[in-house]
C-alpha cells in the first residue's frame, strides 16, 4: 500500500483570525505585532496579513520598520493575542485527531498527518478527502489553510509551501522527483540561509542539483548527517515516522527558527506561542507536568536536550516559562546556533489526583 502523508499550514494564521474577528481588516495591510514595551515601536512583527506584504512587511522584521515599509497606508497594528490563537488552533487540531488516526501537531499553526489506512493508499481519494478537510475548517472556522499531500514528510510539506494561500497540492510518488527538481534548493525544510549559501557557492542551487551532487563531496562540505537528510530529500525520500503525541505521558512542541540563532532571547520569543499552546492544552486537560526539557536541533542536525525535574508536580505557566528560560540559555551556551528549538512536558499525572494527593500529604 502507497503511503500518504499530509501537511496542513493555516495560511497567515493570526494575521487572519483577526480578519475574521473584524472583516473590515481584509482590505487592509493588517499586521500583528510582538511588542516589547520599552517604546511604543520596539517589538518584531509576528506576522501579516497579504496587503502587508505587498509592502515588504515580513515575519520578524522590527514593528519600526513595518510602519517606514506601511508609511502613507491605513494600515492596522494589533498586539499578538496568544490565548485566541491557541483556542482556534486547539479546535482545529481537534478535528484533524478526530478524522485521522496519526497527527503530529509541528506549530501552532501545522500538523503533519496520516491519511493510508483513511485512503487506502489512493491518492485521487486523498485529493477528495484533504478538500473536505478545507472546506470544514473553513466553514467552522472562516479561515483557509493549504494543505499538501504526498508520500512522506518532506514533500508533503515543501507541496504545502507551493501554492499559498488556501491551496491543495497532491503529489504521487511517481511524481516526486518532477515536483521537487525544478525547485530552488531553500525550499527543502531544514535548509536556512547559512546551508543554502554553502550548497551555492558550490554549485547547488535548484534541487536537481543536489539529488545528483556526489554523496561522499557533499558529505564533506556539510557533514554526514545533514548531507545523507539533504540528498534523500532531494530525491524525494523519506522515511522519518509521523511524532505521535502521547498526551497521557508527555507534551511537546518543537518549531523551526526563522534563521539560525544563537541568542536565548529571540530563540524564547519565537516558541513563546509554543509554550502558551502547550499550557492551554495542560490546562484544558486538567494535566501537571514534573519534568521540563529543552530541546534543540543545530544547524547539522544533531539533537540536543536539557532537562529539569521539580519537586512536585504543577501546570503554572510560569514555573513553565521559566524552566524553558533557563534550560534554553544553558543549551545554547554549550551549543550555540540553533536551527530548531522544542519544548517537552512529561511525568504527566490528573491535577484532581494532584490535588487530592497534595490534600492527603497535607
Known sequence: MLRVIGHLDLDYFFAQIEEVENPSLKSLPTVVCVYSGRTEDSGVVSTANYKAREFGVRSGIPISLAKRRLKGTEAVYVPVDQPKYAAYSDRIMGLMRREFDEVEQSGI????????SRTQGDYAKAAALTSQ???QILKVEGLTCSIGVGP????SKIASDSKKPDGLTVVEPTRARSFLFPLPVDKIPGVGPKTSKILRENGIQSIQSLA???????????GKKLAVYLHKAANGQDDEPLAIETETSQLSRIITLKADSGNPTEILSQLAPSLKDLHERLTSQNLFFRTVAILGIRPDLSIHTRSRTLEVPTNDYLVLW???KDLLTTLVADLGELRRAGIR??????????????????
Do not use: C, Y
Open 212 to 222: 545528483v551532487f556526489p554523496s561522499q563531496k557533499l558529505e564533506d562540505i556539510i
Open 322 to 324: 521559566r524552566s524553558t
Open 152 to 155: 512522506n514528510k518532506v514533500v
Open 133 to 135: 478537510i478545507k472546506g
Open 109 to 116: 499553526d501545522e500538523a503533519f498527518f496520516n491519511l493510508t
Open 345 to 362: 512536558v512529561s511525568d504527566m499525572m490528573d491535577a484532581l489526583k494532584q490535588q487530592s494527593l497534595s490534600e492527603f500529604l497535607g
